[in-house]
């Protein structure tokens, strides 16, 4: 079976994106890294993916009056690039309506938190504030409402007495960086699918 071309889009480290290309460099990951996109030139994930062998490019969303027009550019180098399955990878704009119903099915976001609690963005603030005793991370697909569509994969980790941002952000980033790959393997097998809002296990 001929493997998936996949685009990430990020503004940032990358973290995420570079779990995926190292996941996807096994001969039997059913999709291929094939282009890395920021919205940012000065975006470090870009020399990273560069250094692995990845095409990158670069979408700047100031150089764009309205979200419509950003959108409508960064799906010119996407269609370009033969994408079919998108993963956002830390990726800070929130994408139009018809931008995501295009990709309806294709695209996937990890989040730092167990969805659907705490939504947006300062996660683990937030859980430590409420005094959760258990945080975590979720793979799931895009839908128009933010961090709201269907969850693939989520994992727990325990919030520890003492914490602070800093250490419960890298207990919950060790878990993104494994279910990641884990959720696009599945994907890009044709493992899962999406009705009613909810993923069903093929």
Known sequence: MARKRV???ISGRGSNMESLIDAAQAKDFPAEIVRVVSNRPDAKGLEAAQRKG????????????????FDAALQETLKSA???????AGFMRVLTNG?????????????????????GVD????????GEKTHGATVHFVVPELDSGPIVIQEKVPVKEGDDEKTLAARV???EHRIYPAALKLLAAGKISVKDNKVLFV
């Open 7 to 9: 685009g990430i889009l």
């Open 173 to 175: 980033l060790a878990v």
């Open 99 to 119: 931008f995501v119903e295009n990709w309806q099915g294709r695209i996937l976001n990890i989040h730092p938190s167990l969805l659907p609690a705490y939504k």
């Open 54 to 69: 990845i095409a990158t490019a670069v979408v700047d969303h100031t150089k764009f009056s309205t979200r419509e027009a």
């Open 82 to 88: 033969k994408i079919e399955i998108l993963c956002l």
């Open 123 to 130: 996660t683990h603030k937030r859980a430590l504030a409420a």
